[in-house]
């Protein structure tokens, strides 16, 4: 599950102009966990006016799907703004859905660097590690993010198919599906996924 869209609606990257100093500030960057609601994280970033223009422009163009010019616009944020996380989670979800999964980590890792307790980072790491084969990295990624922030539902249902279609482990499917079914109320594939995997464990509802 690629989760653009969530970064985009939980993120607010706040790219503010540059002020006049003989020492370059650095970003900062503030996670609020509400969890009963969500989380927030924001980011201030000196940058000029070109790089929020361009940052602007290239997640519209990454919406409308085009990932070649979109990575572009983004790759000179990114260089405009090194120590900024955003535009480097970006740029890894962007290469992730164009299909280049060395480069996506890549990114994702640069943004793990600048915000160590990131969960969409931990969460996109997990699902290239799952893509790539390294499944134990991934269910480490998962559940990462979730320690930061339980109430992830995103990571909270990949954890769950992680656990039922690649590591065999039905306890920890179960519990990931059931947690997520209890925040995304109504989910029909989640629903019969507990179903299934109830009917295997052999346990009644």
């Given at each position: 599950?690629?989760?653009?869209?969530?970064?985009?609606?939980?993120?607010?990257?706040?790219?503010?102009?540059?002020?006049?100093?003989?020492?370059?500030?650095?970003?900062?960057?503030?996670?609020?966990?509400?969890?009963?609601?969500?989380?927030?994280?924001?980011?201030?970033?000196?940058?000029?006016?070109?790089?929020?223009?361009?940052?602007?422009?290239?997640?519209?163009?990454?919406?409308?799907?085009?990932?070649?010019?979109?990575?572009?616009?983004?790759?000179?944020?990114?260089?405009?703004?090194?120590?900024?996380?955003?535009?480097?989670?970006?740029?890894?979800?962007?290469?992730?859905?164009?299909?280049?999964?060395?480069?996506?980590e890549k990114h994702l890792l640069k943004a793990l660097e600048l915000t160590p307790d990131h969960p969409v980072v931990h969460n996109e790491l997990g699902i290239v590690y799952?893509?790539?084969?390294?499944?134990?990295?991934?269910?480490?990624?998962?559940?990462?993010?979730?320690?930061?922030?339980?109430?992830?539902?995103?990571?909270?249902?990949?954890?769950?198919?992680?656990?039922?279609?690649?590591?065999?482990?039905?306890?920890?499917?179960?519990?990931?599906?059931?947690?997520?079914?209890?925040?995304?109320?109504?989910?029909?594939?989640?629903?019969?996924?507990?179903?299934?995997?109830?009917?295997?464990?052999?346990?009644?509802?």
């Amino acid at each position: 599950m690629i989760a653009r869209s969530v970064f985009l609606l939980l993120t607010g990257l706040l790219l503010a102009a540059c002020a006049t100093t003989t020492q370059k500030p650095r970003p900062t960057s503030r996670i609020d966990v509400q969890e009963n609601v969500g989380f927030t994280i924001t980011e201030a970033s000196p940058v000029n006016d070109r790089a929020r223009l361009q940052y602007s422009q290239a997640i519209a163009q990454l919406e409308d799907g085009n990932h070649a010019s979109g990575i572009a616009m983004l790759t000179r944020v990114a260089e405009a703004a090194p120590d900024t996380t955003g535009p480097r989670i970006d740029l890894g979800i962007a290469e992730h859905e164009a299909g280049n999964l060395e480069a996506a980590e890549k990114h994702l890792l640069k943004a793990l660097e600048l915000t160590p307790d990131h969960p969409v980072v931990h969460n996109e790491l997990g699902i290239v590690y799952r893509k790539t084969g390294r499944f134990t990295e991934a269910r480490n990624a998962y559940e990462t993010a979730l320690s930061i922030f339980p109430g992830y539902h995103h990571a909270r249902r990949n954890l769950g198919v992680l656990c039922d279609l690649y590591l065999g482990d039905l306890d920890c499917a179960l519990e990931a599906y059931s947690a997520y079914l209890a925040t995304v109320r109504g989910d029909p594939e989640a629903t019969m996924w507990i179903a299934d995997i109830r009917n295997r464990l052999g346990v009644q509802e």
